[in-house]
């Protein structure tokens, strides 16, 4: 039911594919927005800003046990008004219908699931009771100027430590 993918395989092949394209938004992985620009109370696994200035959220999942213990978190993913999309990406060995089930239990505002199988192929479904595929959360909105700039510092914070981990691994 587990995966052996690496969060960081995974978070690479969701950052290549169509749907989240790093050439076309900015992707960025485990930021908060600890700031007045951009209101964000948890570490988001990846967000991603579209040119048109939207926001998504992605929370990667690698165990059924990691995905139960999301529910046990404070901050249950609230919008705050800067997510247009916010997606669960699980292992394709995840049973859809108990999937569905454990959000529906937990009352989980959601646009739809990835399952990503050990090729690091993905599938969307959308909501077990929606008709069309990507639903917005209610109450986004396009992110401002400044906001979308945030977004991409947040990220750019990050190649900072990634670089000293290689050249640390280099030594």
């Given at each position: 039911?587990?995966?052996?993918?690496?969060?960081?395989?995974?978070?690479?092949?969701?950052?290549?594919?169509?749907?989240?394209?790093?050439?076309?938004?900015?992707?960025?992985?485990?930021v908060?927005?600890?700031?007045?620009?951009?209101?964000?109370?948890?570490?988001?696994?990846?967000?991603?800003?579209?040119?048109?200035?939207?926001?998504?959220?992605v929370?990667?999942?690698?165990?059924?046990?990691?995905?139960?213990?999301?529910?046990?978190?404070k901050?249950?993913?609230?919008?705050?008004?800067?997510?247009?999309?916010?997606?669960?990406?699980?292992?394709?060995?995840?049973?859809?219908?108990?999937?569905?089930?454990?959000?529906?239990?937990?009352n989980?505002?959601?646009?739809?699931?990835?399952?990503?199988?050990?090729?690091?192929?993905?599938?969307?479904?959308?909501?077990?009771?929606?008709?069309?595929?990507?639903?917005?959360?209610?109450?986004?909105?396009?992110?401002?100027?400044?906001?979308?700039?945030?977004?991409?510092?947040?990220?750019?914070?990050?190649?900072?430590?990634?670089k000293?981990?290689?050249?640390t691994?280099?030594?």
């Amino acid at each position: 039911m587990n995966t052996k993918r690496t969060v960081t395989e995974i978070e690479i092949a969701l950052a290549r594919s169509g749907r989240f394209d790093f050439r076309r938004n900015i992707v960025v992985f485990n930021v908060n927005g600890w700031s007045g620009t951009l209101p964000i109370f948890h570490e988001c696994d990846m967000l991603v800003c579209t040119k048109s200035g939207y926001l998504t959220e992605v929370e990667i999942k690698r165990t059924w046990s990691d995905f139960l213990a999301d529910f046990r978190k404070k901050h249950k993913h609230e919008n705050m008004g800067l997510m247009k999309y916010f997606y669960y990406c699980l292992p394709a060995s995840f049973d859809l219908n108990e999937t569905y089930d454990v959000l529906e239990e937990h009352n989980v505002n959601y646009s739809g699931i990835y399952f990503y199988d050990e090729y690091l192929n993905f599938r969307f479904h959308g909501c077990r009771k929606d008709d069309y595929q990507n639903r917005c959360l209610q109450g986004h909105k396009k992110l401002t100027v400044e906001q979308q700039l945030e977004v991409a510092r947040l990220g750019a914070m990050r190649v900072i430590g990634l670089k000293e981990k290689l050249i640390t691994k280099e030594q």
